[in-house]
């Protein structure tokens, strides 16, 4: 089984940055599809940036212009580049994999831990 490990989560002030990492490590044939996603307390996970393999990303409308995705993909690795950040950012966020161990498995979808970000004076 595939377990992404994320790191890099913590306390920052508004308007500071955080950058994020999550690895995906075990017995990988291909992943389709990183991506973070955000929990807040009383809230449903919500999307928050995924990166396909041929490099396209996707954001929540919310993040746009101050959160950047990017991936290395020999490393099995993604990043989630986040300036500017709002008290509204704070949350647990969860790395995801989308993912086949060898060639004739079934894609299937791998979570994280979580790590915390908290956004606060």
């Known amino acids: 089984q595939v377990q992404p490990v994320e790191s890099g989560g913590g306390l920052v002030q508004p308007g500071g940055s955080l950058r994020l990492s999550c690895v995906a490590s075990?017995?990988?044939?291909?992943?389709?599809?990183m991506g973070w996603y955000r929990q807040a307390p009383g809230n449903q996970r919500e999307l928050v940036a995924t990166?396909?393999?041929?490099?396209?990303?996707n954001y929540a409308d919310s993040v746009k212009g101050r959160f950047t995705i990017s991936k290395a993909n020999a490393k099995n690795t993604v990043y989630l580049q986040m300036n500017d950040l709002k008290p509204e950012d704070t949350a647990v966020y969860y790395c995801n994999a989308v993912l086949r161990t060898s060639a004739t498995a079934l894609m299937y979808s791998d979570w994280g831990q979580g790590t915390q970000v908290t956004v606060s004076s």
């Open positions: 990166i396909i393999s041929g490099g396209s990303t």
């Open positions: 075990g017995s990988i044939f291909n992943i389709r599809t």
